[in-house]
C-alpha cells in the first residue's frame, strides 16, 4: 500500500483567512476613528504588537501593501484614506431578503403579501380575466378544468377553463435613517456610535445593490437635524450635543412627504430621551434632566403627525435609562410604530429583522 501525507494543519486560521479578519478589523477601527485611516492603522498595529496578531507569515507590513492592492485604500501625499471600493467593503453586511408588513404602492422591488401585476409567481392560481398575460396561463390547471368537465374523448378548452398563475406585487419603499450623535453616544467610554453607524452602512448597501427603485436619506440628530449625504455616514463624530429628537423626526418627515410613496418608515437609533428642541422664538429650548413635559409633548405631536401621514417610526434603544424607555413607550403608542431595546452587538441584527422579512420569525 502506498500512502500520501499532506500537510499537517492543527486547525489555525490559513493566511487568506486571517487576512479577512484583519480586513473586517480594520473596516471596525476605520467606523471607529471616523473615517481615519492612519489612526485605523496606528490602532491595528497597536492591537498587533499587544496580542500577537502579526508573525513572519502574515506582517503588518504585508497588510498594509494588500490593502493598497486591493484598492481600499491609497496614499495622497503621505496620507491613508478610503477609496470608493473600500467604502463599499465596508457596506456590504448587508441581508438579502424581502421586505414586510408593505402596502400595495408603485412598482419597485420588495415582494408584498399582496397579490398583482410582479415577477415572481407564486403557487396559487385564479381565472382568467380579460388583460392577464398569455404567458402566465397555468397550462396544468387549464387542462385539468377541461378534462374534468369533458373528460378526454369530448375534449374542448373553453374560456372559464383558463387559470393563470398569480405574482407577487413588488414595492417601493422609502426609509430615514435618523441617528443620534448627542453626546450620550460616548458616554463614560461606551461607544455606541460606531455600530450605529454600521448598520446604516449596511441598510445603505442593501438598498443601493438591491432595491436600487428605493429611496433612503441618513440624518443626524443632537441640537439640530442635519442631512447627511450615504458616503458621510462613516465619518459622522458625536458632538457636545443634546437630544433633539423632535427636529429629526420634522426633517425625516419632510424628506419623506416629497417622496410620494405609500410605504414609509423611520429608522431612528438613539440612546437617550428627548432633551432639547426649538421654541416659538427659535432658541434651542434644553432641559437635560428628567423627562421635561413641554419637549416631550411636542415630540409626541411629530409622532402622531407621522401617523397621520402613514410613517411608521422604529425606535431601537441602545440604552437602559428608564426615562428613555418610558419615552419611547409613549412615542411608539403615539405612532403606532415599533421599539426594541437592543445589546450593541445585537443591533445591526435587529435592524434588519425589522427592515426585511424575517422568515425565521426570532427576535
Known amino acids: 500500500m502506498r500512502f500520501l501525507y499532506s500537510r499537517w494543519s492543527d486547525g489555525s486560521a490559513t493566511d487568506e483567512q486571517r487576512l479577512e479578519q484583519l480586513l473586517k478589523l480594520f473596516n471596525y477601527l476605520v467606523l471607529q476613528t471616523s473615517g481615519d485611516v492612519d489612526e485605523a492603522l496606528e490602532w491595528l498595529r497597536q492591537l498587533g504588537r499587544e496580542h500577537g496578531i502579526f508573525d513572519d507569515d502574515l506582517p503588518f507590513e504585508e497588510l498594509l501593501r494588500r490593502l493598497k492592492e486591493m484598492g481600499l485604500i491609497e496614499e495622497v501625499d ?95 419603499c422609502a426609509t430615514v435613517v435618523m441617528l443620534d450623535i448627542s453626546h450620550s453616544m460616548v458616554l463614560y467610554g461606551e461607544d455606541r456610535i460606531t455600530p450605529a453607524k454600521q448598520v446604516a452602512m449596511a441598510l445603505a448597501e442593501l438598498i443601493q445593490t438591491k432595491y436600487p427603485k428605493d429611496y433612503l436619506a441618513c440624518l443626524t440628530f443632537g441640537d439640530d437635524a442635519r442631512l447627511i449625504s450615504l458616503a458621510e455616514v462613516p465619518f459622522v463624530q458625536v458632538g457636545p450635543f443634546h437630544t433633539n429628537t423632535r427636529a429629526g423626526l420634522q426633517m425625516a418627515r419632510t424628506l419623506l412627504r416629497k417622496c410620494g410613496n405609500a410605504n414609509k418608515q423611520i429608522f431612528m437609533i438613539t440612546d437617550g430621551k428627548p432633551s432639547a428642541m426649538f421654541d416659538e422664538s427659535g432658541r434651542l429650548y434644553k432641559n437635560p434632566y428628567g423627562l421635561d413635559p413641554k419637549i416631550v409633548n411636542k415630540t409626541l405631536d411629530e409622532a402622531v403627525q407621522c401617523r397621520r401621514e402613514r410613517i411608521t417610526i422604529s425606535t431601537f434603544m441602545i440604552a437602559q435609562d428608564p426615562y428613555l424607555i418610558g419615552f419611547v413607550e409613549e412615542l411608539t403608542k403615539a405612532n403606532k410604530g415599533r421599539a426594541y431595546y437592543s445589546s450593541l452587538g445585537d443591533l445591526g441584527q435587529y435592524i434588519f429583522v425589522d427592515y426585511l422579512k424575517n422568515r425565521r420569525r426570532t427576535l
Open 78 to 172: 503621505g496620507v491613508h484614506r478610503m477609496t470608493g471600493k473600500g467604502m463599499q467593503r465596508i457596506r456590504r453586511d448587508a441581508l438579502a431578503e424581502i421586505f414586510s408588513s408593505l402596502r400595495k404602492s408603485r412598482p419597485g422591488s420588495h415582494e408584498t403579501p399582496k397579490t398583482g401585476t410582479g415577477v415572481e409567481r407564486v403557487s396559487e392560481t385564479r381565472k382568467w380575466t380579460f388583460g392577464d398575460r398569455p404567458a402566465d396561463i397555468d397550462l396544468t390547471a387549464t387542462m385539468t378544468n377541461a378534462l374534468t368537465r369533458d373528460g378526454i374523448d369530448e375534449f374542448r378548452l373553453n374560456e372559464e377553463d383558463l387559470e393563470v398563475y398569480e405574482s407577487e406585487h413588488l414595492s417601493s
